[in-house]
């Protein structure tokens, strides 16, 4: 065909609208995504005659079958899931822990209509959004009172509003946390207009340190879990209990920022010296936050506790209102406190728990099945043993013993396998460790091998 004649054949937008594949995604798809698929699927056309790379112009079926694949690109979310590869189980970038089903199940059923978020059935009026997981909060942790933020940088900003604003607040030199994302202790205490009065050094404070520091403008001791990094060696730090006394004494409140907070203790996976929030709660803190998609394993959000007058000063305060948390936060964190009333269903029902709590030989196993899903497509495969992170800035100097997948990249290099993969419809994250392109099993769900196999299949060719 002559190039004129071909683009006189290109068929008009319209026409291809009208067809009935195209008739058929109308339905799911928004019209003007629709048509501007089109639009760019017989633009391309254009531009390949034009070219001269083509010498025919499609049938109506394939033009149709391509405006679709367009359509479904470009309709895509850029927030999607993921397999992850890392062996990261709390991997901040890809989305902290994951809910376990009920909390899921919970979320699903008061997303999509009414519920009872501030309504009290039984008196037939307006109820409190806080109702729905105080009394968990207390019964799994012991404390007086409860209440829930956004995150706990969200928790910290409230905290530090409302019993520190306008005086100095106490913290060790040593626990000058910076979190990710620019979250930094003396820049919240600023924030949150108190001043910062810093006590000890960077490796050692006494209880004589904060007692010095304390003047009529204290109005707080504030003790912040060294989550991210660890300060070894020459080192001491005062025993909360002391702290505690302390702030009895002087009559101020003592506030701990958690962090992670588990509400199990971590031993038992062989993690050590991570604190328990039970432990913060006896040793008679104040006030304590910590984060709820870290340690604990349910959604983001920043949970409070501690005595129940300075719950309620929280609770009243004008900030608490723009750092509230939604109905679905609230379904998911509810089922996920809930299955901590039994410690042995939460290390069952909460991933995050089950993930850390898998023995390395059945990590082993898990990375010998996914070879032979590997192997069944041809695509070459073997196991090596690895180390993994906990993440989220949890328990930093603790590596998990466990066991990965190393993928032949076959025709690609190790670079190239892992973008393929990365590039894929449902992204699949790993990661390259000495040249070799690895899939730690810990992170991986097993009904995901199949997925996996394929794709490495297809990319590899
Ligand atoms: C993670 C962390 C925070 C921030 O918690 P988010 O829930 O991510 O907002 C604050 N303080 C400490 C000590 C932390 O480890």
């Given at each position: 065909m002559e190039q004129q004649d071909m683009l006189r054949a290109i068929p008009k937008v319209d026409?291809?609208?009208?067809?009935?594949?195209?008739?058929?995604?109308?339905?799911?798809?928004?019209?003007?995504?629709?048509?501007?698929?089109?639009?760019?699927?017989?633009?391309?056309?254009?531009?390949?005659?034009?070219?001269?790379?083509?010498?025919?112009?499609?049938?109506?079926?394939?033009?149709?079958?391509?405006v679709c694949r367009r359509a479904r690109e470009a309709s895509l979310p850029s927030l999607?899931?993921?397999?992850?590869?890392?062996?990261?189980?709390?991997?901040?970038?890809?989305?902290?822990?994951?809910?376990?089903?009920?909390?899921?199940?919970?979320?699903?059923?008061?997303?999509?209509?009414?519920?009872?978020?501030?309504?009290?059935?039984?008196?037939?009026?307006?109820?409190?959004?806080?109702?729905?997981?105080?009394a968990l909060l207390c019964a799994v942790t012991g404390a007086e009172g409860a209440m829930v933020v956004n995150n706990n940088a969200a928790a910290v900003l409230l905290i530090l509003s409302a019993l520190g604003k306008g005086g100095e607040v106490i913290t060790s030199r040593g626990e000058l946390v910076e979190i990710g994302g620019s979250f930094r202790v003396p820049?919240?205490?600023?924030?949150?207009?108190?001043?910062?009065?810093?006590?000890?050094?960077?490796?050692?404070?006494?209880?004589?340190d904060y007692e010095g520091a304390i003047t009529p403008e204290t109005r707080a001791l504030l003790k912040v879990h060294t989550s991210n990094y660890k300060i070894m060696g020459f080192t001491e730090s005062v025993p909360l209990a002391e702290l505690v006394a302390l702030g009895r004494e002087r009559g101020l409140p003592v506030i701990e920022d958690l962090g992670s907070?588990?509400?199990?203790?971590?031993?038992?996976?062989?993690?050590?010296?991570?604190?328990?929030?039970?432990?913060?709660?006896?040793?008679?803190?104040?006030?304590?936050?910590?984060?709820?998609?870290?340690?604990?394993?349910?959604?983001q959000a920043g949970i409070i506790i501690g005595r129940k007058d300075y719950i309620e000063t929280l609770k009243k305060h004008p900030?608490?209102?723009?750092?509230?948390?939604?109905?679905?936060?609230?379904?998911?964190?509810?089922?996920?406190?809930?299955?901590?009333?039994?410690?042995?269903?939460?290390?069952?029902?909460?991933?995050?728990?089950?993930?850390?709590?898998?023995?390395?030989?059945?990590l082993r196993e898990k990375a010998e099945l996914l070879c032979r899903a590997l192997a069944d497509r041809g695509v070459t495969a073997r196991t090596v043993p690895t180390q993994d992170q906990v993440g989220g800035g949890s328990v930093p100097t603790q590596l998990l013993p466990a066991?990965?997948?190393?993928?032949?990249?076959?025709?690609?290099?190790?670079?190239?396998?892992?973008?393929?993969?990365?590039?894929?419809?449902?992204?699949?994250?790993?990661?390259?460790?000495?040249?070799?392109?690895?899939?730690?099993?810990?992170?991986?769900?097993?009904?995901?091998?199949d997925y996996i196999a394929e794709a490495s299949a297809e990319v590899i060719g």
């Amino acid at each position: 065909m002559e190039q004129q004649d071909m683009l006189r054949a290109i068929p008009k937008v319209d026409e291809l609208l009208g067809m009935e594949p195209l008739q058929a995604l109308a339905g799911q798809t928004p019209a003007p995504a629709l048509r501007e698929a089109v639009r760019e699927e017989l633009e391309a056309l254009r531009r390949r005659i034009l070219a001269g790379d083509t010498d025919h112009i499609p049938n109506r079926e394939d033009l149709c079958a391509a405006v679709c694949r367009r359509a479904r690109e470009a309709s895509l979310p850029s927030l999607r899931g993921v397999v992850n590869g890392t062996g990261v189980t709390l991997h901040t970038n890809l989305g902290r822990a994951c809910l376990s089903r009920r909390a899921v199940e919970a979320v699903v059923a008061v997303a999509g209509g009414y519920s009872t978020l501030e309504y009290d059935v039984d008196a037939g009026r307006r109820g409190s959004r806080h109702s729905h997981v105080e009394a968990l909060l207390c019964a799994v942790t012991g404390a007086e009172g409860a209440m829930v933020v956004n995150n706990n940088a969200a928790a910290v900003l409230l905290i530090l509003s409302a019993l520190g604003k306008g005086g100095e607040v106490i913290t060790s030199r040593g626990e000058l946390v910076e979190i990710g994302g620019s979250f930094r202790v003396p820049d919240i205490m600023v924030q949150c207009g108190c001043a910062l009065r810093e006590v000890g050094t960077t490796n050692k404070t006494h209880l004589s340190d904060y007692e010095g520091a304390i003047t009529p403008e204290t109005r707080a001791l504030l003790k912040v879990h060294t989550s991210n990094y660890k300060i070894m060696g020459f080192t001491e730090s005062v025993p909360l209990a002391e702290l505690v006394a302390l702030g009895r004494e002087r009559g101020l409140p003592v506030i701990e920022d958690l962090g992670s907070g588990s509400l199990v203790d971590l031993e038992q996976f062989g993690i050590h010296g991570e604190p328990t929030v039970q432990q913060s709660v006896q040793a008679g803190v104040d006030i304590i936050s910590f984060s709820g998609d870290k340690l604990l394993g349910g959604p983001q959000a920043g949970i409070i506790i501690g005595r129940k007058d300075y719950i309620e000063t929280l609770k009243k305060h004008p900030l608490a209102r723009a750092l509230r948390v939604d109905k679905m936060t609230l379904a998911a964190l509810r089922e996920t406190l809930y299955a901590y009333t039994d410690p042995a269903m939460a290390v069952r029902e909460i991933p995050t728990l089950a993930m850390l709590a898998v023995p390395e030989h059945v990590l082993r196993e898990k990375a010998e099945l996914l070879c032979r899903a590997l192997a069944d497509r041809g695509v070459t495969a073997r196991t090596v043993p690895t180390q993994d992170q906990v993440g989220g800035g949890s328990v930093p100097t603790q590596l998990l013993p466990a066991w990965a997948v190393a993928i032949d990249p076959g025709r690609l290099t190790v670079d190239g396998l892992e973008a393929a993969l990365r590039r894929r419809e449902r992204p699949i994250i790993g990661r390259i460790t000495h040249e070799q392109y690895l899939l730690d099993t810990r992170t991986l769900w097993e009904s995901d091998f199949d997925y996996i196999a394929e794709a490495s299949a297809e990319v590899i060719g």
